[in-house]
């Protein structure tokens, strides 16, 4: 089984609806991020979480809320999706207390909002 | 302000052919870290490597190695003997460590077709 899940894993929606994207790790990490992959961009942060009690906006929060259930949880909303939320979502997780802090990226959400 | 360049947007090559992948950054920190991430067709992301900055020896992992300079800030990554099972999108990152690890940030990478 993977390490890193996410649900869906294709979503297509209409503007203004709301959508939330789900992430569950088996790895044990701490550290849980959601980032977007838009053609030609790279990846960019949308929000981090050092653990449970603790979550940071990132580059590109703005559109996005974010929720840690539990440590091997963590979902992502559009409260109102808009068009130009299209894009390809990853899930990451790492753990910081072996001092490696490598990230783990999920298989990835693609979603589409028309 | 830390920036990752991945001045190559695509590169094409034929099979067995070598090719380099070059990586430049830039950052104040003295102590961060850097990493290349593998995008294949499927669309997951792989990891390949994660370099510390104090650690300038090259690396070699098969048909793979990676070549940092400090002095020049690069970190390149180079495919001996390329195969059909390499082309993807490949992503250079880099993590700062007095953020805490906080995020990578990413290169746009390079997208890399081999054929047959």
């Known amino acids: 089984d993977a390490d890193v899940t996410q649900t869906p894993r294709n979503r297509i929606t209409k503007t203004g609806k709301r959508i939330m994207l789900e992430c569950s790790q088996t790895?044990?990490?701490?550290?849980m991020y959601w980032y977007r992959q838009d053609p030609g961009l790279g990846l960019r942060l949308i929000y981090y979480?050092?653990?449970?009690?603790?979550?940071n906006k990132g580059e590109i929060s703005d559109g996005y809320s974010v929720s840690r259930q539990a440590q091997a949880k963590f979902s992502l909303s559009l409260e109102s999706a808009i068009p130009n939320q299209t894009a390809l979502y990853f899930c990451?997780?790492?753990?910081f207390g072996t001092g490696e802090d490598t990230q783990y990226f999920g298989p990835g959400t693609r979603l589409t909002v028309l | 302000a830390q920036k990752v360049t991945q001045a190559q947007t695509e590169i094409s090559v034929v099979e067995k052919e070598d090719v380099t992948l070059d990586c430049v950054y830039e950052?104040?920190?003295?102590?961060?870290?850097l990493f290349w991430y593998k995008q294949p067709p499927s669309g997951e992301l792989v990891f390949l490597i994660r370099r510390n900055s104090f650690d300038e020896q090259n690396e070699i992992s098969g048909r793979y190695s990676w070549n940092f300079q400090k002095s020049t800030s690069s970190f390149n990554f180079t495919i001996t003997a390329s195969q059909v099972v390499d082309s993807a999108v490949y992503f250079c990152a880099l993590s700062a460590f007095n953020q805490a690890g906080t995020a990578l940030i990413f290169g746009k990478g390079t997208t890399l077709s081999v054929s047959s």
């Open positions: 979480s050092f653990d449970v009690k603790d979550i």
């Open positions: 990451a997780t790492s753990d």
């Open positions: 790895k044990g990490h701490d550290r």
């Open positions: 950052t104040r920190d003295t102590t961060y870290y």
